[in-house]
């Protein structure tokens, strides 16, 4: 079982920056990691992803301001996964998911589509102010 747990969300202006963590409660390899949001009335939709060789992938949406990375401690090989927004507009508010996945197999990361992620942290808001 793979525990998740993310930090870093708060309340904005329009423009300003934002860095999510994503703390993974266990040492593990080979799982493609993801950030997903869902806005209020909306589906959770895929922002972006890194798969276990640090390949990224974003939504159209966010290409060129969210930016994914991810650091390994050396001595208890855990991980942890950020997502660095800048230049946030009032549309990026919404719940802000960590999550893993190792649908695919070999740390690969082929969609984010959040079905294929098994293991999710409880979210953190995100609100950008106009």
């Known amino acids: 079982q793979v525990h998740l747990v993310e930090s870093g969300g708060g309340s904005v202006q329009a423009g300003g920056s934002l860095r999510l963590a994503c703390a993974v409660s266990?040492?593990?390899?080979?799982?493609?990691l993801g950030w997903f949001r869902q806005a209020t009335g909306k589906e959770r939709e895929g922002v972006a992803r890194?798969?276990?060789?640090?390949?990224?992938?974003?939504?159209?949406s966010v290409k060129g301001r969210f930016f994914i990375s991810q650091d390994v401690e050396k001595t208890t090989e855990k991980t942890t996964v950020y997502l660095q927004m800048d230049t946030l507009e009032p549309a990026d508010t919404a719940i802000y998911y960590c999550?893993?996945?190792?649908?695919w197999g070999g740390g690969q990361c082929r969609s984010l589509m959040a079905e294929h992620f098994t293991y999710w942290g409880q979210g953190t808001q995100v609100t950008i102010s106009s």
């Open positions: 999550a893993a996945t190792n649908w």
């Open positions: 266990e040492r593990y390899h080979g799982y493609c």
């Open positions: 890194i798969d276990a060789y640090g390949k990224t992938s974003y939504a159209d």
